[in-house]
């Protein structure tokens, strides 16, 4: 006889229940030093019947009431034989975090945390080391201890941070990439809360980085795409809740005393420049004497774009062209795409158009979408408008290609189109009169070659 499904489903929400507010909070302990135990036949039958509801419950990919006929025996072997198998630690978590999604009584919710930190305290307890390998695994089972308090009670995360300090501490690169995040969670939000300083943040911060950049590069040797998306997205997590405390003067305190004790790691100063640099800290003297540093000792196009950057802060534009042009060599797009940019501005402040124009179009090959170098371009014709001419017609001609030059900015970046708007119908008044035209045989749409160092072709427009 088949029971119909919903009293099925009934008696399994119902045995759900009850085996969540049948889980105490304190689990006796009886250990006699054996792996099975003082009564080992009991032992071993008990492991055997929770071992096999389990592995029913996790075939059925943890839908089915297995999970309750496995509580009573675990339970058993939890508390008699706490050394018969890592298994009871594993499952038991597994099946405690079960529980906690299916209830919503506060009580039993309570009762089921205590009860799974107290699993991964035995746990750490009777299997400090792994079972197969025999290494050290306590940093990596107070990382999973720490995660779950701060998942499943974020109130608790004082008691988190401390658990999840400690797991770091012990495992280093090789905790997992959840305990980086909530480890980094806790801490900020200590700090939020006053219990630590803002440089603790900026600290903890500093030690993750670098922890989270060594697996990135591991797995990218090891050409383990997925795991490096994962590491990817650690990075990205842990900077975005960086944010808010990014503040210059924080980390200018913190790695002011690092750069100070060891101002010729090359590593150190790659991470200090680079986080500088990202959160536009770069008037501080840090930041030159890092990127300096970094240059001497390793020069790279990106050293030297660093060093072009802040020099170009000081307004010492003719000495932070060596550098920037050394930069163009950089493999990062984005960033030649600035240098090219950064050249344009340097030559058109030293009034070598030619020069200004050649480095902006090259910022316009390498972003096709960028139209600040047409913007780039077309002011500087029309700040040579009349210096290119010598009567009422010549001294007008250049704002024919400047204008030019804005439409075609926002062409390909509409985002400049209102900005670009106000300048075409600025310009356009400068445009030479209908009588001029007139006066010099020139007839409207028919194409012109703007002289000097312009040297362009363009339309014949007259002023509106």
Known sequence: MKLKPAILITSFLFSITLFAEQ????????????????????????????????????????????????QGPWRWVFENCPRASQNIYLDGATMLKYKFKKTDDDNVKKSLIDTLILIHERRIKYFPNDHKTGEPQVGKILGYQGTDLYKLQPSEYAQAYEILKESVALSKEKSK?????????????????GFVDTTIVVDVYDELSGYIDYNIKYNKEKQKTKKVEEWLNVKGNIDNTFEPFAQCHDLVRVYQQKFDLNPNNIELLKKITAILDKKKCVEDPLYFETTVNLHRLEPSPESAYLIGKMLLIQKRFKDAIPYMEEA???????????????????????????KARKMALGAAR???????????????????????????????????????????????????????????????????PTEVLFFHALKEGDSYTVGCWINEVTKIRPAK
Not at 43 to 50: A, I, K, Q, R
Request: hydrophobic share 35%; charged share 25%.
């Open 23 to 70: 889980l105490p909070t304190n689990l006796p302990e009886k250990d006699n030093g054996e792996k099975y135990g003082a009564d080992s036949v009991t032992c071993v039958m008990n492991l055997s019947l929770y071992r096999e509801f389990y592995k029913q419950w996790k075939q059925s990919k943890y839908k089915n009431s297995a999970v309750v006929d496995a």
């Open 177 to 193: 990439s959840a305990v980086f995040v909530y480890y980094f969670r806790a801490t900020t939000k200590m700090a939020q809360k």
């Open 328 to 354: 163009l060599k950089m493999e990062n797009q984005e960033k030649v795409d600035d240098a090219y940019l950064f050249l344009a501005e340097i030559f058109r402040a030293t009034n070598n158009y030619s």
């Open 366 to 432: 390498v972003n096709t979408e960028d139209g600040s170098p047409y913007v780039i371009i077309g002011d500087m014709y029309a700040a040579s408008a009349k210096d290119c001419g010598t009567d009422d017609l010549t001294k007008k001609v250049a704002y024919w290609a400047a204008v030019d030059k804005y439409k075609k900015a926002k062409s390909v970046d509409p985002s400049l189109t209102d900005a670009m708007n106000k300048r075409i119908r600025s310009y356009q008044a400068h445009f030479p």
